[in-house]
């Protein structure tokens, strides 16, 4: 998957800007350029490099590959930070509304200093370009060898992965499916991005591939955890087209996790570590969100409520496994409680306070506890309405699916009785 396709044409991201002599511009002011936002508030890195181009008269090889950056909520500042770097010294970028600000001291813009200037802005352009082939390879729909377009003697089923992850998750898991007779394809996307956008990408990276693979049999549809929103969201939307026989969530936050509230502090951390790691691509990192699919599965939030007032699509069979084994036991969690309330009353106000500040406490230690949930997911969360309930087996969330974080070793996978009962059989072969 290409980064989001930019948004912004270098028409309108040139706003009163008529190059080095604009006569706006005092002499030793600064060069100001307008770079409004797109819809999703999304800076196009492409604007960015040909406004830069255009409005100092120095010519830029520019990227035929799109990379667009969020510059709002939690990741703001980090990509603002990320570009200013990118640029280097001089250069200043700011948010006004839906527009960003870049400020350029006049000293890099002199005779002497253009070369230098223009040397910054290819490489900014070389970025996009190389960030933008990386995502292409990393995201989007990749059949493994088992895959036979339009063979119903190898039904093909589509396995998506959930959060913290990648295809990766389903190493032991896309072999087994394979030996029963199945054609295997794995999805792979920015799994921390906010969903409203990369779920519509998986509906846009979903028809591209069976447009190009010539594919007109329906698909099955596997998913893990979050990744079963991004295939709701196909499945249940304006743009389906009844190319799914059938759809079975595995450990699905259906009606959101506490514990996703972590995730967005976590890849905050790793986003401030992101910004010194210049040769590993920060800027696309950084893109692919900081925390917020997190906020998308809180239970209750804005992206859950759309999503589950839609209805269920007919036709379509909904199937869901759901664990009951956590990771600490009921023991152990009464022992934690213990441990911070002894902490609240020893910090006195300030503890209070701190516990007041995470009213969520208490449904996190929960969905992490034996008999509540799978660790990640609580049981009632997993429910969908006009869905039969969950079926319940007793394994933690990455166990569902036998994933390689904890399960680096090929063995029985607890779910796969009920994926294979309930897939589509292989028809019988041609002779």
Not at 29 to 58: C, F, R, W, Y
Not at 248 to 258: D, E, K, V, W
Not at 330 to 335: D, F, G, P, S, V
Not at 387 to 415: C, K, M, Q, T
Request: proline fraction near 8%; charged fraction near 20%; hydrophobic fraction near 40%.
């Amino acid at each position: 998957m290409l980064a989001l396709q930019a948004v912004v044409m270098l028409g309108t991201a040139l706003i009163g800007f008529g190059g080095l002599d604009d006569p706006a511009r005092a002499v030793g002011d600064p060069l100001k350029i307008k770079i409004p936002l797109s819809d999703q508030g999304e800076i196009s890195v492409n604007a960015l490099v040909k406004s830069l181009s255009g409005a100092t008269g120095l010519p830029v090889n520019t990227p035929d590959a799109s990379l667009d950056l969020p510059v709002r909520g939690l990741s703001a500042g980090l990509i603002m930070g990320a570009l200013e770097e990118a640029l280097g010294p001089g250069v200043d970028l700011t948010a006004e509304g839906n527009t960003i600000i870049v400020s350029i001291d006049p000293s890099l813009l002199t005779p002497a200093a253009a070369p230098a200037w223009q040397r910054r802005v290819q490489t900014l352009a070389n970025r996009v370009q190389e960030e933008a082939a990386r995502d292409k390879e990393r995201y989007g729909m990749r059949p493994l060898r088992s895959y036979r377009p339009n063979d119903p003697s190898r039904p093909t089923v589509v396995l998506v992965h959930g959060m913290n992850s990648s295809s990766g998750c389903f190493q032991h898991m896309a072999p087994q499916l394979e030996k029963a007779g199945y054609g295997v394809i794995v999805y792979d996307f920015p799994d921390n991005l906010d969903l409203d956008r990369c779920a519509p990408t998986f509906a846009r990276d979903w028809k591209s591939f069976r447009k190009k693979s010539g594919e007109k049999l329906p698909w099955a549809v596997v998913c893990h955890s979050m990744g079963s929103l991004i295939a709701r969201w196909y499945v249940e939307g304006d743009s389906f087209s009844e190319d799914v026989t059938d759809l079975i969530l595995i450990g699905p936050p259906n009606q959101g996790a506490a514990l996703a509230r972590a995730q967005t502090l976590l890849q905050f951390i790793r986003g401030l570590d992101l910004m010194g790691e210049k040769e590993t691509g920060s800027m696309s990192t950084l893109g692919e969100g900081v925390g917020e699919a997190a906020e998308d599965i809180l239970p209750g939030s804005a992206f859950l409520r759309r999503l589950n007032a839609k209805p269920r699509r007919a036709g379509v069979n909904y199937r869901i496994l759901a664990g009951n084994r956590g990771f600490i036991t009921e023991e152990m969690r009464k022992e934690i409680e213990t441990q911070i309330e002894s902490a609240v009353k020893a910090a006195g106000l300030f503890g209070r306070l701190l516990r007041l500040a995470n009213p969520e406490l208490d449904a996190q230690l929960a969905s992490l506890s034996d008999g509540t949930g799978d660790g990640v997911v609580d049981l009632k969360a997993t429910r969908l309405a006009g869905v039969d309930p969950p079926v319940v087996i007793p394994a933690n969330h990455v166990e569902l699916i036998r994933g390689p974080s904890l399960y680096p070793f090929p063995g029985p996978i607890v779910s796969m009785p009920k994926v294979l009962e309930w897939l589509p059989k292989p028809a019988l072969a041609s002779p």
